[in-house]
């Protein structure tokens, strides 16, 4: 049975370059509206999952972009996003003439721009359109995206946008802005779990009651988004991944070398990714970025709730 | 007319030490409530506005306390509140017998463990009591108050306490703990600050519009509640003194002479701190901390909202 779209036409067509635990969601959110989805990445069982979900599988990233009318790419970082576009086996020069491709990774505004020229120059359009919110709100069709890039852009991205968004933030017909909107939002999330970590590991090295600090900094002007979201998982002790050290390893890097191209410097920022290269360093690069904490406790002898469980590298 | 307490006894008397811009909110809060309040200042202005608001004014800290059963001390560190107590006109010796004295000043617990155990070795009652909020707060005797100290000096404290918080914190028996929350507090809201200048002012160096930021990151897991309290004034060019720099230059200096001496690395307080004496050594120190946005845009050529405000010193 054809799925039908709103204007009960033919279903749009979007393929998902990449399906970790973003992209499927956005797949699958997308499905449910009732676009016409086809899914590629590079590990075989990630498109036997979609397709166990009912959607279209593709052997390569121009199969699943061949007949697509947007491609939304959900990859690591600048440096895939290109090959996607423009590697060996790039889709750009394959692409449906006035496709849109939307690009989700988090990356240098400059590789963003670039990309965006690129692509331009073959006919397409491009959305620069970070996205935030985790993979529950990926699945649940709820994420925030940082969107900006041409009014058509936009214009054909739109039924995609609207199924995998809660809210989108049209922020300019510019390619770059949506990076840029996006770094901004890491430097200071990146800053805040490390601060986090910081304090509830010089609260316990003091032997407070680390449930009435999380009681009192929450309600108290010291408190962050992400105090308040990664803290819980200190006082559980459990580190297992919702999102890694090795990201802000990545995202506090793009920032470092924004930063540095821009001579604009960044003391706290540079602070913090020296902890999660440490961190890393220390093989807890894919576990949870809470771990920090686990980080200065070690460095400190303070004892945190199940450091029993503080992995065999340390 | 003699005020009545709640209990219609005579009133319970309570003395101010320190008529700030929180003192004198806190007395006013207690005199609201029935409290007779006795209030002393360093500078004899600030004596004749409590006494125009219908307080009782006092020559000295001495005076002030002889017949009060709460003495509040809202000094500026814990230098001054040991000079206070035990100063060449400490209030000490001469304090009524089992009255209690509050302590509110930020200070590094280690002092307010010194202070309660000599205070209770002259047969007086102390309470460790933080205070947070702000100047407004103070005056609707609406303070958040982290406190510790004996069940005693709880009980004798309580109409005070009562007056002048929305929330009391009780966090034990033992002085110091409620300093310990405290610092803790300081040291989330000291780098909390740092970073929203960092990152407003970085996203002013790349040319984004700042309320749109604004509007983004206090949406995201970017937000901090110093970022949504203080971007404000950045994105005003106002940078008149709510909280001055020097206050986060004392308090995480605090957190850095503690964290020395607790062998624990605090390498994100103290990179703030290095901000915070930077805009105190460039002449800002009595301004808003918000000024870490005027240093940062200073030190890269970044372009803030009324940046032809700039003090004259830059």
């Not at 393929?15 to 075989?44: C, E, H, N, Q, W």
């Not at 390569?60 to 423009?86: C, H, M, W, Y």
């Not at 006919?123 to 985790?134: F, K, Q, R, V, W």
Request: glycine share 10%; charged share 20%; with cysteine.
């Amino acid at each position: 049975m054809m799925p039908l779209s709103e204007n009960s036409g033919p279903a749009v067509i979007a393929a998902v370059i990449g399906l970790g635990s973003m992209g499927m969601g956005m797949a699958l959110s997308m499905k449910r509206k009732g676009l016409d989805v086809v899914g590629y990445d590079i590990t075989p069982g990630a498109v036997d999952r979609f397709v166990a979900e009912g959607g279209r599988g593709a052997a390569s990233p121009a199969d699943a972009a061949a007949d697509a009318d947007i491609v939304v790419s959900v990859v690591v970082n600048g440096a895939q996003t290109e090959s996607v576009l423009f590697g060996p086996q790039g889709i750009a020069a394959t692409m449906k003439a006035d496709a849109v491709f939307i690009s989700s990774a988090t990356m240098d505004p400059a590789v963003a721009r670039n990309l965006a020229e690129r692509a331009e120059a073959l006919g397409l359009h491009y959305l620069d359109a970070p996205i935030s919110g985790g993979a529950a709100k990926a699945a649940r069709g709820e994420l925030t995206i940082m969107a900006s890039g041409s009014r058509k852009a936009f214009e054909t991205a739109r039924p995609a946008l609207d199924a995998m968004a809660g809210k989108v933030y049209e922020l300019g017909n510019a390619a770059g802005t949506g990076a840029a909107f996006k770094m901004i939002n890491q430097l200071l999330a990146g800053v805040h779990i490390a601060a986090a970590c910081e304090a509830i590991t010089f609260a316990a090295k003091q032997g407070l009651d680390l449930d009435k600090v999380y009681e009192v900094i929450t309600a108290s002007a010291g408190n962050s988004w992400m105090f308040e979201n990664r803290v819980p998982h200190i006082l559980a002790g459990d580190y297992a991944p919702l999102s890694s050290i090795e990201i802000f390893v990545k995202d506090l890097g793009i920032v470092q070398d924004m930063a540095r191209s821009e001579r604009y410097p960044t003391p706290l920022a540079a602070a913090a990714l020296q902890m999660y290269l440490a961190a890393a360093g220390a093989g807890m690069g894919r576990d949870d970025d809470s771990s920090l904490a686990r980080l200065y406790a070690k460095l400190s002898g303070a004892e945190l709730p199940g450091s029993a469980k503080e992995p065999q590298s340390l």
